[in-house]
């Protein structure tokens, strides 16, 4: 019985850390999963959804309670900050990002040479990716925040966990959800956002962990490629202001102080983007 709880507490702890790839820019929900060492069976359990469900069911429900009340910890303190210093904080999320690169990079030729269909995913996703999402509120208009916005946001979450290294939410930020959702979750909003974002988790999830499985099975060095593209002109994006996006960074009333510590916060971030790729790198 003792071990029993010790364990359900230990994973309830790990579902309090994973939730820190819902919620910070940079930080990947499926790094911090296979650096904890539980990504493989939750690809496993949610492409294979009806084999030993109730096992690996009731060995996932601690860390979802964990990521929970980890969602609802962190989100506040994480809107505060961005409220009043959001140049420091998004410059210091990118660097985290730029961090996470080189472990990337080296995912990518892991199991095969790069070739020039690897090059041109990855250049294609940079240039035609980048300058989709930056005209995306143009295009489509901006995504409400409502329950059909929150299923997307919950379908990105997803797949940041089913894809090491892809962190959804600075695409959140780009598409307008990210500010939204941490209200919503720093008020424990259970119907208007909880829910949508579990719903759009699950669809995710059931719709896409086969696919993923297949594709980075047969499909490594493509499809590192193409996330590696992707999370560059996402990135890039974080740090431009955007006319056409109601939630961008602005860099309106800026101080040399204000520059000063977000260079010393991107820097900052950067070593801890790598510190965190090489604990992946240990425990994966």
Known sequence: MKNRQENFFIRFFKGVVIALGFILPGVSGGVLAAILGIYERLLHFMAHFRKNFKKDFMYFL???IGGIVGIGLLSKPLEFLLEHYQVIVLWGFAGAILGT???LIKESTSRSKRDFVDISWFLAMLILGGLFLFFMSEIFGTIPANFFGFVI???LIALGVLVPGLSPSNLLLILGLYSPMLTGFKDFDIIGVFLPIAVGGIIAMLLFSKGM???ILHH?????????GIVVASTILI?????YAEET????GITSMTIIISVLTFIIGTILGLWMSKLEDKYK
């Open 62 to 64: 601690p860390v979802g």
């Open 101 to 103: 690169l080189p472990s």
């Open 153 to 155: 946001t919950g379908m």
């Open 213 to 215: 499985e297949f594709l």
């Open 220 to 228: 490594h060095s493509r499809v590192y490629h193409f996330i590696l």
């Open 239 to 243: 740090l431009i202001p955007n006319p």
């Open 249 to 252: 960074i602005s860099y309106a």
